[in-house]
């Protein structure tokens, strides 16, 4: 295999983590909605906490991003 | 027009206008300018709310719901005093969402023309992520001495724990700057690249003239129109999240653990 379509291949690969991330958010805000509907009065207190959990998981999601665009173009 | 999609131009820094003082390249770019715009937006619209009314007008509503919202984000996350922080989040926050959504603008369609994000850049998200980390290591040394290093040491830590939870601390500590700017510039850069990479889809799509290519073209132009919708939605939530996140670390040095 030639080293430019490994890159390729490997970009491919590293932009999985995106998806991954995708489930880590999905997850973030599907439990809050969950127990935000088990006690709504609790909610609007935790919103800080929501995007908090939304943006760690969402880095991660950003970083395998930021590792596939390096693979294309800086390699 | 088919041809080759080159997502990365649109991130092209150019000189406005050239000027060079003392062999240093000071000229003012496209992303400066549109910092100025940014800053033209943020000056007109809280001057015309600015007005002191009794009985708020539209306008000051609006200047007053986007105060109100930065107050009670900082008044939650640090407390009363946190109250001499509300300028710095504000105008962190409103920087960013301006230039984030001016960056969205269709200018496009006027030829030669093409907005720009300054935040799509590592150079400015980076900036403003060392001035919130420095202001944190300021007022943690200033308020609290070389106390401020019991940051590192959360509370009711076993002893035999130590040796493994501080050099976890100090590294999630030194990378926030990292974190905070790495969010805000490849949540903008990737938008803008899947905008321009489905834009092209449908430039290309039409252009073709086969009914495959017009499928395609279809099929871009209504999931664009979703992407151009959760655009706005990621403008504002990513300038939200760093207002949030510097909000937090600042807690962090006001009131340590």
Redesign the interface.
């Known amino acids: 295999m030639d080293v430019a379509s490994a890159k390729l291949i490997g970009a491919g690969l590293a932009a999985i983590g995106t998806g991954v991330a995708a489930v880590g958010v999905g997850f973030v805000f599907g439990q809050f909605l969950n127990s935000a509907l088990r006690n709504p009065a609790a909610a609007d207190g935790q919103q800080g906490r929501l995007f908090l959990g939304f943006a760690l998981a969402e880095l991660l999601g950003l970083m395998a991003f930021t590792v596939a665009l390096l693979i294309l173009f800086v390699f | 027009m088919a041809g080759k999609i080159d997502p990365?131009h649109q991130f092209t820094v150019e000189p406005l206008v050239p000027l060079n003082i003392g062999g240093y390249d000071v000229s003012l770019t496209n992303s400066g300018a549109w910092m100025l715009a940014a800053l033209a937006v943020i000056t007109l619209f809280m001057w015309g709310g600015l007005k002191r009314q009794v009985v708020p007008g539209r306008w000051q509503m609006a200047v007053e719901g986007l105060t109100g919202f930065i107050d009670d984000?900082v008044k939650?996350?640090i407390g009363p005093e946190g109250k001499k922080f509300t300028p710095y989040i504000f105008s962190l926050f409103t920087f960013i969402l301006v230039a984030n959504l001016l960056g969205l603008l269709p200018l496009a369609i006027v030829p030669g023309w093409h907005p720009f994000t300054p935040t799509s850049h590592f150079s400015i998200t980076g900036l403003l992520a060392i001035m919130s980390f420095s202001l944190v290591l300021i007022v943690g040394f200033w308020r609290h001495g070389l106390h401020f290093f019991s940051l590192f040491v959360p509370h009711g830590t076993p002893w035999y724990m130590l040796p493994l939870i501080i050099p976890i601390e100090i590294v999630s500590f030194l990378v926030r700057p990292f974190?905070l700017a790495?969010?805000l510039f490849?949540?903008m850069m990737?938008g803008h690249i899947l905008m321009e990479v489905f834009g092209s889809f449908i430039v290309n799509g039409f252009g073709s003239g086969s009914p495959v290519g017009f499928g395609v073209g279809l099929i871009s132009f209504i999931f664009i129109v979703g992407v151009g919708a959760l655009e706005l939605l990621v403008c504002a939530?990513q300038a939200?999240?760093f207002a949030?996140?510097t909000s937090?670390y600042l807690n962090d040095a006001v009131n340590l653990h």
Do not use: T
């Open positions: 990365m984000l939650v996350n974190s790495l969010r490849v949540a990737s939530l939200y999240v949030l996140l937090l």
